[in-house]
Each structure stands twice: as structure tokens, then as C-alpha cells.
Nanobody, 118 residues
Framework: QVQLVESGGGLVQPGGSLRLSCSAS????????MNWYRQAPGKERELVAG????????NYADSVKGRFTISRDNAKRTLYLRMNSLKPEDADVYYC???????????WGQGTQVIVSS
């Protein structure tokens, strides 16, 4: 049974920080490209950041460059997203996404909500 479980969301003030985690099980974590997506009600799901299998190839959406850091620990089968200098527009549900390094096999987590408010 494949499982991606996000955690670490919650309420934070503008300018604050959060670290999201995604714990993976039921598949070979190191064989999958990992991504963070986010989605607000009524809006399309947006790719926030992605990271290659070995953790070396990394990309970010322009809106989060310089503020967010994606990382992974293959031994712990965990994906992370460190979010600094949070803005109200960062308030979304954040989803963990896994994609096999070849082909179109992919998995999604259930999402964790981030609220940025005073």
C-alpha cells in the first residue's frame, strides 16, 4: 500500500516559517522524483518545488525562490519543504507528489493546510 503523508502545516504569521514533511511508504522512495504542489480554493494546483532522486537537481516556482527550500532524506523516506518569510498568498493546501523516474507512475498525498495570517 502506497502512502504519502504530509505534516507540519498550520497557522503562522506573515514573515514566519514552517517546515512541511512528507513521509513515504509502500514504494521505493529513492526511485521517485519528489515534488511539492499547492492549491487554493478555486485555483489550479501549482508546482512549488521539485527535487531529483539523489537530492541534487532542484527547481522552484518563481514565487518561492529564495524563500523555500526543498530537501529529501532517502534513508528516512521523507521529503521536506522549509518555508521562510511566509506571505498571505502562500496560504494554501500543500501536497506531496511522487513520480517514478521513468514513465508516468505517480502518487499524491492528502495535503496539509498552511494558513498565513496575523
Amino acid at each position: 500500500q502506497v502512502q504519502l503523508v504530509e505534516s507540519g502545516g498550520g497557522l503562522v504569521q506573515p514573515g514566519g516559517s514552517l517546515r512541511l514533511s512528507c513521509s513515504a511508504s509502500g514504494f521505493t522512495f529513492s526511485s521517485y522524483i519528489m515534488n511539492w504542489y499547492r492549491q487554493a480554493p478555486g485555483k489550479e494546483r501549482e508546482l512549488v518545488a521539485g527535487i531529483g532522486r539523489a537530492g541534487d537537481t532542484i527547481n522552484y516556482a518563481d514565487s518561492v525562490k529564495g524563500r523555500f527550500t526543498i530537501s529529501r532524506d532517502n534513508a528516512k523516506r521523507t521529503l521536506y519543504l522549509r518555508m521562510n518569510s511566509l506571505k498571505p498568498e502562500d496560504a494554501d493546501v500543500y501536497y506531496c507528489h511522487a513520480k517514478f523516474w521513468i514513465g508516468r507512475v505517480e502518487y499524491w498525498g492528502q495535503g496539509t493546510q498552511v494558513i498565513v495570517s496575523s
